[in-house]
């Protein structure tokens, strides 16, 4: 706010060329990294840049480029923690691009639905990002027109995909192996696993990466409890299975669903870890602070996300480069809720 009480006006690219001594066009060149500009000159309206608090708008970008910087992400979910650090890491990203980020909502997997859904991001231009972990997302990446730029972020392929499928995933299969492991080296016979639903196959990957740990193990290998997404998906999956002695160690496909198992767990007078040893998935910000805190898989979505945004990047701006298809790896993060298995009478 000036002396008159009057709020002043963000600087203008005319006003920087004026600061600067320059036109405004070679202002745009400095601002849009242009190379036929001397260093002198260069220095000197990044000097105006900072002294008059100059901030590019990305619309002039996009005039002055002759691309539209924006990127649509379509999505059936953004609530769920996955889902959400995803969308977060992208806009990051984009935003230090001077890239706009869009979010279309999938709201249902019917093939006209999912058509109109991906024709209205086609139609803002730009680049795509789709986020294909349930069936609306597999259908609508398979839906994008040819010569859109899209990326898909997708369950642990079963094998590399070709390299015109620019994917991103983490390595879900390895991460549970990795989590059932853990649990069978503190003495449990074998693992229950509640499963979170798979939007590209019949055994998702987090499923596949349970049963290769038991295989290798020699342990038997129970059948698999279909949970859901929720602490309520969780709590009504093991209701029949919290009470039976022999069940010592449980795998959760999310932390969603373990919030739901250490509930009935608890209300079955089971004490965790010491009679029954729960780990989770994705390290949510409550699994720490739940009680006992929960062992969990951590999986780095915002990263992922960022991953996403710069291999489009890379298919929409010539100078940007990423090896394909990034992969990120998980960790296991043991606190509280995973113990030595109990001793037999």
């Known amino acids: 706010m000036n002396a008159t009480g009057h709020t002043r006006r963000p600087a203008s690219i005319r006003d920087v060329a004026t600061a600067a001594g320059v036109s405004y066009q070679t202002v745009s060149r400095v601002i849009n990294d ?3 500009v001397r260093a002198a000159t260069r220095e000197r309206v990044l000097a105006a840049v900072d002294e008059l608090g100059f901030r590019r708008n990305a619309t002039a970008l996009a005039l002055a480029s002759g691309r539209r910087r924006a990127v649509t992400v379509l999505t059936a979910d953004t609530t769920h923690y996955g889902h959400a650090s995803l969308i977060r890491g992208i806009e990051e990203a984009a935003r230090a691009a001077s890239y706009t980020v869009g ?24 680049g795509l ?4 972990y349930d069936p609306a997302g597999v259908r609508a990446l398979g839906a994008v027109p040819a ?41 449990h016979e074998t693992v229950q696993y509640v499963a979170i639903p798979s939007g590209t196959r019949r055994t998702g990957a987090r499923s596949a990466g349970w049963r290769d740990a038991l295989r290798a193990a020699g342990a038997p290998r129970p059948r698999p409890v279909r949970g859901g997404w929720s602490p ?24 969603d669903l373990a919030v739901g198992v250490l509930r009935a767990l608890h209300e079955a007078g089971r004490s965790v870890p010491g009679e029954v040893s729960v780990v989770g998935f994705d390290d949510a910000p409550q699994a720490a602070f739940l009680t006992p805190s929960l062992t969990t898989v951590r ?31 998980p960790e296991l993060v043991v606190r509280e809720s995973s113990g030595v298995a109990p001793a037999h009478d």
């Open 34 to 36: 242009h190379p036929s």
């Open 103 to 126: 979010i279309g909502v999938l709201e249902s997997a019917r093939e006209s639905a999912v058509a109109a859904a991906v024709q209205r991001a086609a139609d803002t231009g730009g």
């Open 129 to 132: 990002i789709v986020i294909a």
């Open 147 to 187: 010569g859109l730029p899209v990326v898909g972020v997708v369950e642990t392929p079963a094998r590399q995909p070709p390299a015109d499928r620019p994917w991103v995933w983490t390595d879900d299969r390895e991460a549970a192996y990795e989590a059932t492991s853990h649990l069978l080296s503190l003495g």
């Open 232 to 255: 309520a998906d969780g709590h009504a999956a093991v209701r029949g299975l919290v009470a039976d002695p022999a069940v010592t160690a449980i795998l959760c496909g999310n932390d």
């Open 299 to 329: 999986l780095d979505f915002t990263g992922l996300g960022r991953s996403a945004f710069a291999l489009l990047h890379g298919a929409l701006e010539e100078s940007a480069q990423i090896a394909p298809h990034p992969v990120v790896a």
